[in-house]
């Protein structure tokens, strides 16, 4: 008897409301939206059953869910704060076995990566397997992968504000009850020095120059390219130096 692959679904979380650079996901980015880039993108991964963006219930995300519908993109509209609950409801609603946490202010994720990360995952038999700053990528390829009995159990054991907020804390803080496994950068990825996403007008800006450089009509490039350009253009990397990443909580 033939054992039915899980469904694997990304669930890209996107709101309006930044704090640091409000309405930055609809944000043009050479004749188009942000979130339009980072969907895009997202949907060039081929591990991938289905790509839902997730929205909050508050009006000014109407602007995003009128997007979704323009493109024909699957959308979820769930809590402002509670973002756990937000993750949980979509992927019931999608019922999805494999959820793909992703954000819609990193424009440059890369599917290459996201696809790696999902490999992984399934190869290692892990609850929860991500990639990001901590293993040497730069920031704005963060990547989490979790089965849906694990965020289920989350949903329902996670009490603390930041951890309902951030979604996966309580999964990443309790190694004791939770099999985690993490992909590393290397080679030329390896570059956590690097900060490639959006909370800040000095964020897209830099953002807006990779764009003008490596961004072709319809043809996606990749973190590779990305990396040699700032490698040959190290003041562009100037941009947004002195940028501060905030912490969980703040």
């Known amino acids: ?46 591990t991938l059953a289905e790509t839902v963006v997730a ?6 995300d109407d602007a995003i869910v009128k997007l979704c519908e323009r493109q024909d993109w699957a959308y979820f509209r769930g809590s402002v704060e509670d973002v756990l ?10 019922k999805a076995d494999i959820i793909v946490r992703l954000n ?7 599917p290459h990566i996201i696809d790696k990360v999902i490999k992984a995952h399934l190869s290692s038999g892990a609850d929860y397997t991500f ?4 293993g040497g990528f730069p920031l704005g390829l963060d990547t989490e992968v979790f089965n849906f009995k694990i965020l289920e159990r989350t949903f329902k054991e996670a009490k603390k504000d930041f951890e309902r907020e951030h979604v996966t804390p309580y999964i990443y803080e309790h190694p004791d009850i939770f099999k985690i496994n993490s992909v590393k950068a290397t080679g030329k990825l390896k570059h956590p020095d690097l900060r490639l996403t959006v909370d800040t007008k000095e964020d897209f800006k830099l953002i807006e120059a990779i764009y003008q450089r490596l961004y072709r009509n319809g043809k996606i490039f990749y973190i590779e390219d990305v990396i040699d350009l700032l490698d040959k253009h190290p003041e562009l990397t100037a941009i947004n130096a002195g940028i501060r990443q905030k912490k969980l909580g703040e």
């Open 55 to 60: 929205a909050t219930n508050q009006p000014e």
């Open 104 to 110: 819609a202010d990193c424009p440059l994720i890369d």
């Open 1 to 46: 008897m033939v054992k039915n692959k899980p469904k694997i679904v990304a669930v890209i979380q996107a709101r309006m409301g930044s704090t640091r650079l409000p309405g930055k996901v609809l944000k043009e980015l050479l004749g188009q939206p942000m979130l339009w880039h980072v969907v895009n993108r997202v949907h060039q991964a081929k």
């Open 131 to 134: 990639c990001g700053v901590t």
């Open 85 to 94: 609950d937000r993750y949980y409801r979509a992927a019931l609603a999608f």
